[in-house]
């Protein structure tokens, strides 16, 4: 499975945008593109994922460039409970497993 | 519904002691999957099961660790003769289809080997 690249750590302020990166320079053309987060103490929580297409749920929007090698989770309406840690994550239909990474730390200011 | 529970949530173990850790998918979910978090860092691989087959276990760092999950539902964790480098987080996750659809985690066992 490709490898993920993201920042260590972002700020967003409350009620804002939260727009998080993630660089997959190597992925391949069967791969998916997944997002989880993790808050504090909990086990990690699916977001999104998508192949080619933008994607939307009641939780996120996922942005993928159109040579797939990057895309951008956004939260539309950061609140403050959505500081975690957010991974960025590839995987093959065939994959089992999930590569996590070190993800990216989110912090929402009030 | 219920969600993916593990117990005991918190295990303090002293080196060389042997634990066994519990996870409770849910009903229905054929994949099981367990990981490894140290801390400060992502959840790492360690096996999966479908059904009650073990399918991939690559990731499990030595001989000390075995897992199952004999009806296909209920799986174990378990370390032999732990030491302190097993100290982490182990997390349990469950998926509907085999091994391919999102998978939902459990809340995790923190071990503390001592």
């Known amino acids: 499975d490709a490898k993920t690249t993201q920042p260590p750590s972002m700020d967003c302020a409350e009620g804002r945008a939260a727009n998080l990166p993630c660089n997959h320079s190597?992925?391949?053309?069967?791969?998916?593109v997944y997002w989880y987060r993790q808050i504090h103490s909990q086990g990690p929580q699916y977001i999104i994922h998508?192949?080619?297409n933008n994607e939307t749920n009641e939780m996120a929007s996922l942005i993928i460039t159109e040579d797939r090698k990057s895309s951008t989770l956004i939260l539309p309406h950061a609140t403050l409970r959505d500081t975690a840690v957010y991974y960025c994550?590839?995987?093959?239909?065939?994959?089992?497993?999930?590569?996590f990474g070190t993800g990216t730390s989110l912090t929402v200011i009030p | 519904g219920a969600g993916v529970s593990q117990s005991p949530r918190y295990k303090v173990a002293k080196r060389g002691q042997d634990v066994a850790l519990r996870c409770d998918p849910i009903?229905?979910?054929?994949?099981l999957f367990w990981y490894q978090q140290a801390l400060g860092q992502g959840p790492e691989f360690l096996t999966y099961?479908?059904?009650?087959?073990?399918?991939?276990k690559s990731g499990l760092p030595s001989d000390r660790f075995f897992a199952e999950r004999p009806e296909g539902s209920v799986s174990t964790l378990k370390i032999q003769r732990t030491q302190q480098e097993d100290s982490a987080v182990y997390l349990c996750?469950?998926?509907?289809?085999?091994?391919?659809?999102?998978?939902?985690f459990g809340p995790g066992t923190r071990l503390t080997v001592t």
């Open positions: 996750a469950s998926s509907f289809v085999g091994g391919q659809g999102e998978q939902y």
């Open positions: 190597t992925i391949s053309g069967n791969e998916y």
């Open positions: 998508g192949l080619k």
């Open positions: 994550i590839v995987r093959a239909p065939t994959g089992n497993q999930f590569y």
């Open positions: 009903s229905g979910h054929v994949s």
């Open positions: 099961f479908q059904n009650e087959a073990q399918l991939d």
